[in-house]
């Protein structure tokens, strides 16, 4: 029986070259300098800081760049509030989202039952989703449909097995 697994998951290798290359920009930019602007990553946190919340906002916008320019879903970042640090500087603390939580399981489960493919099935495992059915057809239909929805979060389709 062909089965797929649905996943959510961020290259952290193209992570890491994305705020390497940000950092670098934000160390020669004219309008960066003498602002205390920083990134740093810490395991699945991205640490910013900066003088202003003007910059803040500008050094976030860099790193969106580099993101998309290296093919990491914006939808896998989640934003924590800008907050006061010492001297009167800004940070704030982005986090790398990974695996497909219980309600987005469910969401995932409901939608693929709602598209009433006959012997097409979904499962929960771990913080992925386990797609089954008898035709290989109706798996790639599942595929299409699931990429046409947005259900907020980054999704990647492995182990395509006939």
Avoid: W, Y
């Avoid at 989703?129 to 449909?145: F, H, M, N, P, T």
């Amino acid at each position: 029986m062909p089965t797929f697994d649905v996943v959510s998951e961020a290259d952290m290798q193209e992570v890491r070259n994305a705020l390497d290359q940000a950092s670098r920009e934000i160390s020669t930019r004219f309008d960066f300098k003498d602002t205390g602007s920083a990134i740093e990553l810490s395991g699945h946190e991205i640490k910013l800081a900066s003088a202003t919340e003007d910059r803040l906002r500008a050094v976030v916008q860099v790193l969106e760049e580099k993101l998309v320019k290296r093919s990491v879903s914006l939808k896998a970042l989640d934003r924590g509030p800008v907050e006061e640090a010492a001297k009167g500087t800004v940070r704030q603390t982005v986090t790398i989202k990974a695996g497909i939580s219980a309600d987005h399981a469910r969401q995932l489960n409901r939608f693929i039952k709602d598209l009433k493919l006959k012997g097409v099935s979904s499962q929960a495992q771990g913080d992925q989703l386990r797609v089954s059915g008898k035709k290989r057809d109706d798996l790639q239909a599942v595929i299409a449909a699931l990429k046409a929805e947005d259900f907020g979060i980054p999704l990647q389709f492995n182990n395509f097995r006939d």
